[in-house]
């Protein structure tokens, strides 16, 4: 039996049909969700002032700092992730967002300047499509590339720095 809006062979029973439903309606979602960021591209696209960041990044690393709202929208749209928020915070330079490469895998790192002397900017977020979270790994893996340390916590025990995996840092280790 075919259905008459597609010409696709559909199954008398109806949990094919559901499943079916369910993609054609994914597949419309995308298809407005496309619509929607493209509508907002092809207004007045604002550029962004990142060089408070750019001053602490290493001048090559594999990826780049988002500049402009098109560039901001269509990483949105790749991750399919809201970034809208965003959007605020990095004009008021309180942030800045970051496309990085690792294993072939695109992650968007959003940063903060601390306004501290030893780490001036701060890795707050890090993302991948779907708001998919990195593993240790990654995450060091990133640190590494945008030459930002990982974030550190004095143990009460100790008194000395550890990183959140409990060793202490590279500058502490013999």
């Not at 970034?83 to 790192?109: E, N, P, S, Y």
Request: with cysteine.
């Amino acid at each position: 039996m075919t259905h008459p809006d597609d010409n696709v062979e559909v199954s008398l029973c109806p949990l094919g049909a559901q499943a079916r439903s369910a993609r054609r309606r994914l597949q419309e979602q995308e298809r407005l969700s496309l619509r929607s960021t493209l509508n907002r591209l092809t207004e007045a696209n604002t550029s962004y002032d990142v060089s408070k960041f750019e001053a602490h990044l290493p001048a090559h690393f594999s990826g780049y700092l988002i500049r402009s709202r098109r560039r901001l929208e269509m990483e949105g749209h790749r991750q399919r992730s809201s970034l809208d928020a965003c959007h605020h915070k990095i004009m008021t330079g309180d942030c800045a967002l970051a496309a990085v490469f690792v294993g072939g895998q695109r992650w968007t790192v959003e940063m903060v300047i601390t306004g501290r002397k030893e780490w001036p900017i701060r890795i707050v977020q890090i993302s991948s499509r779907f708001d998919q979270l990195p593993c240790p790994a990654i995450r060091n893996l990133i640190h590494e590339q945008l030459g930002i340390p990982v974030r550190t916590r004095r143990t009460k025990m100790t008194g000395r720095f550890e990183l959140r995996s409990g060793f202490p840092p590279p500058w502490e280790m013999d």
